[in-house]
């Protein structure tokens, strides 16, 4: 059981993170104090053009300078800091949050029609599966992460998420239950423009992570979460679906209604289920995923977790559970819970 | 008489108190184990083959058969079975010929493995009450969709080729007609109707009262060539070239001119009384680019309008090979591991060479991964699939579905006597004789079949479900829902499964 909230303002209007703290907060029976997080979009906009890598280091002064030499070799870090925080009583620092904003070379990847992108990408992965005590968990343009171990009111304290700013929010409060609570297990989980919140336990992860680690991905944070950003990531970045297509492949109809639907549409639901099986997602899930211009929320196909949106004005509103919402925006209006594996997409329109 | 009588396999006594003397058992002994004369039942025991017909027709269970009544002495080494092997071939002087599949006491391999289910952090699912798909699609998948999408709706553009769509991941593998009756064909063939799955029907062609039933039978294209022509291509939901067999990798077949009746001439369309002889390799087929050329051909003869397989036994390097097939135009990859079954081969073969399906699918379901190109072609286990549970677990290795023979055999009545290569099959499979082929009744046979398949069905549901999976796509390759029992380190990598507590 975890308790998961986005928000999205479709006219790109900033909030503070102070409302989505108290959103997160009302939902602590949903978690254990083992990890909370949040990701803001559009929080860097002195470097809105960087790539913004957060790293988890155990000790700075060992492991930082290898994290340096391998982002020189691909390009330039533009500026790089600790990320300030707070101290709380009941949290433990464990690791040293760091940000680099970087700009990637995109000449030292000629073969790639996303070279920035890509080289992004092979950094993510070469960092965390070989520099020991560097975890890179973030790595999209103008997006910050904020997770630990904590609660959400604590996490949120910790990095003082209210000086922040963001047209899209993600918030997760987390109850582990598959893997020790730790803060690269901490939800939101980015790669590159992608991030997740997610509630639930995927039952498919042995066959999810395989079919994206063929595809080059490593997992390396020891949870479930993860291989739906790198899905996102493959299905939409690289093969160019759809947010909506993508959510089809992820949880697609059952065959049966296949079976009934007219023609063109079985034609390519089938389509999608035999190119994508391997990515279909099994076991209980609400999942959140956002990207720069959209965020979208979805289900398992049998709807074993809750999913509920809201709208006001021009945000859209997607959680666990109402109540969240009512504490962001007590005018809430809207409010719907989507059938099981129906996508709930809110684009920006500016 | 320097080597003179080995004891007896089987000893057969016989109640008098119990026995009537009806002689059914002497009716329905192929082996000419019993005779009544003088209105006494008199019994050859040295004749037995321990099939049970005869238990099985006694009324009155007045028969009973034990096994090696007379001890040798005992020596780890030198078994019974080896010592006797020697004699028989210090007779003879020929190679011992063996039936059904490999029968050593090799540790079986899915019985060190066990399944997950679901408590508490995510809810088990109930068959009953919620979908549970088994639908499976065989054949070529394309690495990524291109799709249009439009105002006025969305079109793929990627072209997709032929599958088979199976309800069942469940199979029934190649056995001829020849190497088994018409009616056990026929048997099965009603029952993969029946329960939405496919059939292959070995090499041996498809005999006309098979018709009805072909868009269930995947025709097969072996060393020999046997019963193939442009109809049968034509008839095959789709065509499988069989490089190798898990019972006897390395060699051809070889029918016996004693099976080859006029209806099994006809089928495989050679001379009454021939024996039929499948080569080695195929000889158009000495390296993988041949291969390609002829399944271009065979695609190309039916218009790429049917998947084509490609049967290899599971040898040392099948990964490797595997791969190469699976570039080769080929839409699935079958792997019959050195358990799978057989009417007859040379013993030394049965039991020593080839490799156990379950390394063989995890290796090759890796190998393919690791080139990125596991979704587009399908993997097919076969050879030693016993049970419900060992479809799922093969399946979580990797194979997205499973070919049985041996387990469809025995659900007709067989006993696994291993005495296939002798042609008197008393349940009327492994024979061609006309009044013992006529035991076997293609409607009840059919029954017990579809039985089978459908059970197994419903329990392969039951472990989905508690697993918390409702889509056969997402056991596939899941082999984080496996654990090793007591298997060695090594054995566990190559499965990439990690041990039970872990």
């Known amino acids: 059981m975890c308790g998961i909230i986005g928000v999205i303002d479709r006219s790109r209007e900033c909030m503070s993170g102070a409302s989505i703290r108290s959103a997160l907060s009302m939902m602590d029976e949903r978690g254990s104090g083992e990890g909370a997080g949040y990701v803001a979009y559009g929080a860097f906009p002195e470097y809105a053009e960087c790539y913004a890598i957060h790293v988890f280091f155990d000790t700075v002064h060992e492991t930082k300078p290898a994290v340096d030499q391998e982002l020189a070799k691909w390009g330039t870090i533009v500026h790089d800091e600790e990320i300030p925080t707070y101290e709380q009583r009941n949290l433990r620092k464990i690791h040293t949050p760091w940000r680099?904003?970087?700009?990637?070379?995109?000449?030292?990847?000629?073969?790639?029609?996303?070279?920035?992108?890509?080289?992004?990408?092979?950094?993510?992965?070469?960092?965390?599966?070989?520099?020991?005590?560097?975890?890179?968990?973030?790595?999209?343009?103008?997006?910050?992460?904020?997770?630990?171990?904590?609660?959400?009111?604590?996490?949120?304290?910790?990095?003082?998420?209210?000086?922040?700013?963001?047209?899209?929010?993600?918030?997760?409060?987390?109850?582990?239950?598959?893997?020790?609570?730790?803060w690269g297990g901490a939800h939101p989980f980015n790669l590159l423009h992608w991030s997740v919140v997610h509630n639930g336990e995927i039952t498919s992860y042995g066959t999810n992570r395989r079919y994206i680690e063929s595809y080059g991905y490593r997992c390396s944070m020891f949870t479930d979460t993860e291989v739906v950003a790198y899905l996102f990531d493959l299905l939409v970045r690289r093969h160019h679906l759809s947010p909506e297509i993508a959510v089809k492949a992820l949880a697609p109809p059952f065959w049966d209604d296949i079976d009934r639907m007219p023609e063109d549409m079985a034609r390519l639901n089938t389509a999608i289920r035999l190119t994508y099986g391997p990515a279909l997602m099994n076991g209980p899930f609400a999942i959140v995923v956002a990207r720069p211009d959209a965020i979208v929320g979805f289900t398992d196909r049998i709807k074993l977790r809750p999913l509920v949106t809201g709208t006001s004005g021009s945000r859209l509103y997607i959680s666990s559970e109402e109540a969240a919402i009512r504490v962001m925006e007590p005018d809430v209006g809207d409010i719907t819970m989507p059938r099981a594996g129906e996508p709930i997409l809110g684009r920006v329109v500016a | 008489m320097t080597i003179g009588s080995v004891p007896v396999k089987f000893r057969i006594t016989v109640d008098p108190d119990q026995c009537m003397l009806c002689g059914r058992c002497v009716e329905n002994c192929p082996y000419d184990v019993f005779r009544i004369e003088n209105n006494r039942m008199h019994v050859n025991s040295r004749k037995c083959v321990a099939c049970h017909r005869c238990i099985a027709m006694c009324p009155r269970d007045a028969i009973n058969i034990r096994e090696r009544p007379v001890d040798y002495r005992s020596h780890p080494v030198w078994t019974t079975e080896i010592r006797e092997d020697i004699y028989n071939q210090a007779r003879t002087g020929k190679i011992i010929l063996a039936g059904m599949g490999n029968a050593r006491p090799y540790p079986v391999i899915f019985d060190s493995l066990v399944l997950d289910a679901c408590q508490v952090t995510n809810p088990s699912i109930d068959p009953l009450r919620e979908p549970m798909e088994l639908r499976t699609y065989l054949g070529k998948k394309p690495s990524r969709l291109e799709i249009r999408e439009a105002r006025d709706g969305v079109e793929v553009l990627t072209r997709i080729a032929p599958n088979l769509q199976l309800e069942t991941p469940i199979m029934v593998g190649h056995m001829s007609y020849g190497a088994i009756s018409l009616n056990a064909q026929q048997s099965i063939a009603r029952a993969v109707s029946e329960t939405g799955t496919y059939m292959g029907t070995g090499e041996g062609g498809l005999h006309q009262s098979l018709y009805p039933y072909q868009s269930h039978m995947i025709v097969q294209v072996a060393s020999g060539r046997f019963g193939v022509d442009i109809d049968y291509l034509e008839r095959g939901?789709?065509?499988?070239?069989?490089?190798?067999?898990?019972?006897?990798?390395?060699?051809?077949?070889?029918?016996?001119?004693?099976?080859?009746?006029?209806?099994?001439?006809?089928?495989?369309?050679?001379?009454?009384?021939?024996?039929?002889?499948?080569?080695?390799?195929?000889?158009?087929?000495?390296?993988?680019?041949?291969?390609?050329?002829?399944?271009?051909?065979?695609?190309?003869?039916?218009e790429?309008?049917?998947?084509?397989?490609?049967?290899?036994?599971?040898?040392?390097?099948?990964?490797?090979?595997?791969?190469?097939?699976?570039?080769?135009?080929?839409?699935?990859?079958?792997?019959?591991?050195?358990?799978?079954?057989?009417?007859?081969?040379?013993?030394?073969?049965?039991?020593?060479?080839?490799?156990?399906?379950?390394?063989?699918?995890?290796?090759?379901?890796?190998?393919?991964?690791?080139?990125?190109?596991?979704?587009?072609?399908?993997?097919?286990a076969s050879g030693g699939i016993r049970e419900s549970a060992d479809v799922a677990k093969v399946i979580a290795l990797g194979a997205d579905a499973v070919y049985i023979g041996t387990a469809a055999l025995v659900a007709m009545g067989c006993r696994v006597c291993g005495t296939c290569y002798r042609g008197l099959c008393p349940w009327g499979i492994a024979t061609q004789r006309p009044d013992l082929v006529a035991r076997l009744d293609p409607d009840e046979a059919s029954r017990n079949v579809a039985n089978l398949i459908h059970a197994w069905t419903l329990e392969l549901s039951e472990l989905m479900g508690a697993a918390g999976i409702n889509s056969i796509e997402s056991l596939r390759g899941n082999r984080d829902r496996l654990r090793g029992y007591l298997l060695d380190e090594s054995m566990m990598k190559v499965l990439d499964v990690k041990p039970v507590g872990a």
């Open chain 1, 100 to 182: 680099y904003f970087f700009l990637p070379d995109p000449n030292l990847m000629p073969r790639s029609t996303t070279p920035e992108d890509d080289i992004v990408l092979h950094l993510v992965m070469k960092i965390n599966s070989s520099i020991p005590g560097a975890l890179i968990y973030s790595s999209g343009k103008n997006i910050a992460i904020f997770k630990a171990s904590g609660w959400p009111e604590e996490v949120a304290d910790f990095y003082r998420i209210q000086d922040y700013k963001g047209y899209l929010w993600l918030g997760h409060n987390r109850y582990p239950t598959n893997t020790p609570g730790w």
């Open chain 2, 237 to 302: 939901a789709a065509i499988e070239i069989k490089i190798g067999q898990g019972a006897k990798p390395g060699i051809g077949g070889h029918l016996p001119g004693e099976k080859v009746c006029e209806d099994v001439s006809c089928t495989r369309m050679i001379p009454v009384g021939s024996d039929a002889i499948s080569p080695a390799p195929h000889h158009d087929i000495y390296s993988i680019e041949d291969l390609k050329q002829l399944v271009r051909s065979l695609k190309e003869a039916t």
């Open chain 2, 304 to 380: 790429w309008k049917k998947p084509v397989f490609v049967k290899i036994a599971a040898v040392h390097n099948a990964a490797a090979i595997a791969a190469g097939i699976a570039r080769s135009s080929a839409d699935a990859v079958v792997i019959d591991g050195f358990r799978g079954g057989t009417g007859a081969a040379p013993k030394v073969f049965r039991d020593h060479v080839g490799i156990p399906i379950e390394a063989a699918i995890a290796s090759v379901d890796a190998k393919l991964r690791s080139q990125g190109i596991r979704n587009e072609v399908s993997l097919i």
